[in-house]
């Protein structure tokens, strides 16, 4: 059969031969058997199930957590001549059946879904009539509590599993704990254990850590010495646009990437570093995931990521080609610092998530033992003014009050409008003869939105507007006038997110916060703090060791070319490193001098 995969790889992609693990990973799905497959990013992992997906009949179920990603997976496999589609929310009833016919009439080979849509009673009815070959899983690390993203929609990929029994489950992540490998298993319910694990070494990729009192200078000298491309991450959005300012005032052009950018600013400006108009993105965790450029020859970490899962995914986003490239931390004591206290930011004491319960239950005025399924635009701002909270804080005590099950809290992204009709079929009739003017826009909804007669659905503005040839302006008073008149519904798009009581307000005393929910996230979670503070302060350990040791990796090399083990090279014993430290700066400017010699290469 491998020839046979080697002859679609070469068919659709053109490349001559499978990496290290693909072919094995390729050959364990293929037949049928559960499998895990753990690769660094840049591994190529995607090839692992859409080489088997394409050999056998029917059509593969791809779950993936972001949908920038998704319909980039999606335009790549169209481009290569196969029929894939993706679902996600925001996309119009009439899209979403476009796409499901050509799934299961035209012979669509990759179904690309969010896990949230996933148990839809929507979609449900749709699988049906959908022959499935596999179900492919990726970033499958969400699915755990113990890895650093995890997404509760993953923990019901499961009842797929058991609408499907027969249908393999291949899933695929880049970071995975020794622990976690063991619960993506049991999560997803795996016949048998089942992984494949390519190391994690990056021979291609230098780490190198530097301690700085002057980040902004040491940034611009080590950006000034690479000619290729290149990914700043920061922690907040504020310092992601004042980067790339500072940048683009000392000549050189970059642009900002964050969660708060419109998703047309946002695409702009990936676009732009993708095509290498632009050399530099500066961005904070919401770039990269599921980008892939091989050519990035730096990424540079100006604060420390909460752990080191995310430090290694997105430092690997550094020479996918496998070319030479360099990751680079620049801290400082004051890093160290704030990281310390985002324990107590993330974990409040107990009380004050209490606290924050009650005060989130008076500011809607519910009694106690009332507000079951109540549904609430929420602006934790004004929450935070009114009550006298920290933002911060109350973000995290609302979150876990979530994990709790007391509440919900909508991410700001998933809130498209809603619209519901709230007058009967017979008297609408006469409303919409009386009223010819806003007959075509009824109408509309009537007929792309179905269940909007009896239920909110989702509508989008915009698209309505692109239809019925107006504004989206015009839409939106439109609406808002027939909601007035009580014809309608209609809660606009909301920038804050809506806060649901998922229970009855519960008296202060009652709440249980339980331990798996709190104490030992907690824990967890200063355990992986601690890790990360070592990586960057530690001395005597190769990089590259360090952390692929965190994946529970033994038996690699020295890389012989982080800082460590740059200064162990120059014959210092471990004594005279502490003498060094003083001098620290200039011996790892030295360090980094080497990209400054080699501008081409970098
Ligand atoms: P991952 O999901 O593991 O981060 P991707 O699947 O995005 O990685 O693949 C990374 C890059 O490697 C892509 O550009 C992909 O086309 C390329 N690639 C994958 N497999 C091969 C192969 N066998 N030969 C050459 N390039 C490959
Ligand atoms: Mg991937």
């Excluded at 490193?577 to 003083?582: A, D, N, T, V, W």
Aim: with cysteine; charged share 30%; glycine share 4%.
């Amino acid at each position: 059969m491998s020839a046979e995969f080697i002859k679609i790889l070469k068919k659709y992609w053109g490349y001559d031969s499978f990496r290290p693990l693909q072919l094995e990973i390729i050959e364990s799905i293929y037949n049928n058997i559960d499998t895990l497959a753990l690769m660094p990013t840049g591994g190529g992992k995607s090839i692992t199930f859409q080489v088997p997906a394409l050999a056998k009949e029917g059509c593969c179920l791809v779950i993936t957590p972001l949908i920038a990603l998704m319909k980039d997976q999606v335009e790549n496999l169209r481009e290569r001549g196969i029929c894939a589609e993706a679902l996600y929310s925001g996309m119009s009833f009439k899209d979403q059946e476009q796409a499901i016919n050509n799934i299961i009439y035209g012979g669509g080979k990759f179904l690309y879904i969010s896990p949230e849509r996933l148990l839809t009673r929507n979609f449900m009815s749709y699988l049906d009539y959908i022959n499935i070959s596999m179900l492919a899983v990726d970033e499958a690390h969400c699915i755990s509590q113990w890895g650093y993203d995890f997404r509760p929609s993953y923990l019901r990929i499961i009842e797929l599993r058991e609408k499907f029994p027969k249908v393999p489950i291949l899933a695929l992540t880049a970071t995975a704990t020794p622990s976690v490998v063991k619960d993506i298993q049991k999560k997803l319910g795996f016949s048998k254990k089942n992984v494949f694990k390519k190391s994690f070494e990056r021979k291609n990729l230098i780490y190198r850590v530097r301690f700085s009192e002057n980040k902004d200078a040491d940034l611009l000298s080590l950006v000034n010495c690479c000619k290729g491309s290149m990914i700043v991450y920061v922690r907040s959005r504020r310092r992601c646009v004042e980067i790339s300012n500072y940048l683009t005032i000392k000549g050189i052009k970059s642009t900002y990437y964050h969660a708060g950018l419109s998703p047309q600013k946002r695409e702009e400006a990936q676009a732009l570093w993708m095509s290498n108009k632009v050399r530099l993105v500066v961005a904070t965790n919401a770039f990269g995931m599921g980008i892939d450029k091989p050519d990035v020859r730096l990424v540079i970490h100006l604060d420390i990521p909460d752990n080191i899962e995310s430090y290694f995914q997105e430092a690997g986003r550094a020479g996918r080609d496998e070319k030479k490239s360099f990751a680079v931390l620049i801290y400082n004591n004051t890093d160290i610092k704030n990281l310390k206290k985002r324990i107590s930011d993330n974990y409040p004491p107990k009380d004050l998530i209490r606290k924050c319960y009650e005060s989130v239950c008076n500011y809607f005025q519910l009694a106690v033992g009332t507000g079951e399924g109540q549904i609430f635009p929420f602006d934790l701002i004004d929450f935070c003014d009114k009550f006298k909270f920290n933002a911060i804080q109350a973000y995290s005590s609302l979150k876990i009050l979530q994990s709790c099950g007391y509440i919900e809290l909508t991410d700001e992204l998933n809130n498209s409008s809603k619209l519901t009709f709230t007058m009967d079929r017979d008297d609408l009739y006469r409303f919409r003869i009386q009223n010819q003017e806003v007959n075509d826009i009824i109408l509309f909804l009537l007929r792309n939105y179905t269940g909007i007669f009896t239920t909110y659905s989702r509508i989008n503005e915009k698209e309505i507007a692109r239809k019925l040839n107006i504004t989206p302006k015009e839409v939106y008073d439109i609406l808002v006038d027939l909601s007035k008149r009580k014809i309608v519904s209609y809660i606009p798009r909301k920038k804050t997110p809506y806060l649901i009581f998922t229970t009855v307000r519960h008296p202060k005393s009652y709440l249980k916060i339980k331990k798996e929910v709190y104490s030992k996230r907690k824990e967890l979670f200063k355990r992986k703090i601690d890790y990360i503070i070592s990586y960057a302060t530690s001395e005597h350990e190769c990089r590259s060791i360090f952390l692929i040791k965190y994946f529970g990796q033994k038996d690699i090399k020295k890389c012989g070319e982080c800082d460590v083990c740059r200064l162990k090279n120059k014959g210092l014993d471990e004594s005279s490193l502490l003498y060094l430290k003083l001098e620290k700066d200039k011996i790892q400017y030295n360090s980094f001098g080497e990209i400054g010699e080699k501008k081409d290469k970098c």
